[in-house]
């Protein structure tokens, strides 16, 4: 910090609190083994902010040159100015865009380094961006938000990696209730259980099928509950990380504590100038 920069108490000490937060959320997630899941979705939702801006920048682009698109999707029976709305709502929603998941997969890795597209930092390692498709979005928009992302990128800095849109689904995602029916496909059906949670259930109690129908239910509600207790955990470690690398699309690196001097160590430096 240059040394003639000037700054309260009260500034400086939310500044300390909040790498102290940081911080002392990296070292659980290092106890709990859990540190690279959490960079991968900080990396993930770094992604996804990052496609959310250049669809609002393609959809804007649209609207102003009228894009024929718009007038194709729009249902016979809304009006432009909500069709409007509701388009520049749904670029806004985070759950409407599909995740992008960095993983492994040596095939398509070496397709990237014959076409000598590939990073060089990335060059010795075979991870690559896959995109996992909701299946309950509707043709419309997906057809809007893909050409909205397009222009984005023609209009912007472009993408610094390729992305694969292959078979992935996301079988977890489903639409909210505040959603316009037109964002829904007509032909999506929620399920309503997964496989996996009625093998399990039914492996725990063989003798009373009323007492398996109870536990099935209070299972999915309780690993619904899990889910969304760990999406935030990861929500705020990542919204009070201070760093830039890491909204970085591309950054794989970690963070760091100097667990030598401590899980909670901080050095404040002396050069501040505090003015009461």
């Known amino acids: 910090m240059p040394p003639s920069l000037e700054v309260y108490d009260t500034e400086l000490l939310k500044v300390i609190k909040q790498l102290h937060k940081s911080r002392r959320e990296i070292w659980k997630l290092k106890k709990e083994g859990k540190i690279d899941e959490h960079n991968k979705r900080q990396h993930m939702t770094s992604r996804r902010d990052q496609k959310m ?16 698109i718009l007038d194709d999707c ?6 432009r100015e909500v069709f409007i709305k509701d388009c520049e709502k749904a670029v806004n929603t985070a759950e409407v865009h599909s995740d992008e998941w960095s993983t492994e997969d040596e095939v398509l890795a070496n397709e990237e380094r014959n076409d000598n597209i590939r990073s060089g930092r990335l060059i010795s390692t075979n991870s690559v961006i896959k995109i996992h498709n909701k299946e309950w979005r509707s043709s419309r928009v997906k057809r809007i938000l893909f050409r909205a992302d397009e222009i984005g990128v023609s209009i912007g800095t472009g993408l610094s990696r390729k992305r694969y849109r292959l078979d992935d689904i996301d079988k977890k995602s489903r639409p909210t209730q505040d959603m316009a029916n037109w964002w829904i496909s007509s032909r999506w ?10 093998d399990e259930d039914n492996d725990g109690d063989n003798n009373d099928d009323d007492n398996n129908g109870n536990d099935d239910n209070n299972d999915d509600d309780n690993n619904g509950n899990g889910d969304n207790n760990d999406d935030g955990n990861n929500g ?31 050095e404040v430096p002396v050069d501040i100038r505090r003015r009461t």
Not at 53 to 68: A, C, N, P, V, W
Not at 191 to 198: H, I, K, L, T, W
Not at 249 to 257: A, F, I, P, S, T
Request: aromatic share 4%; hydrophobic share 15%; glycine share 6%.
């Open 53 to 68: 801006t250049r669809r609002r920048k393609g959809l804007q682009h649209m609207i102003f040159t009228q894009d024929s």
């Open 74 to 79: 729009r249902p016979e029976n809304m009006t």
């Open 189 to 198: 059906i929620e399920p309503e259980s997964d496989d996996d949670d009625d």
């Open 236 to 266: 705020n470690a990542d919204k009070n990380d201070g760093t830039n690398e890491e909204q970085n699309d591309d950054n794989n690196g970690n963070l760091e504590v100097d667990e030598h001097q401590g899980p909670f160590y901080l």
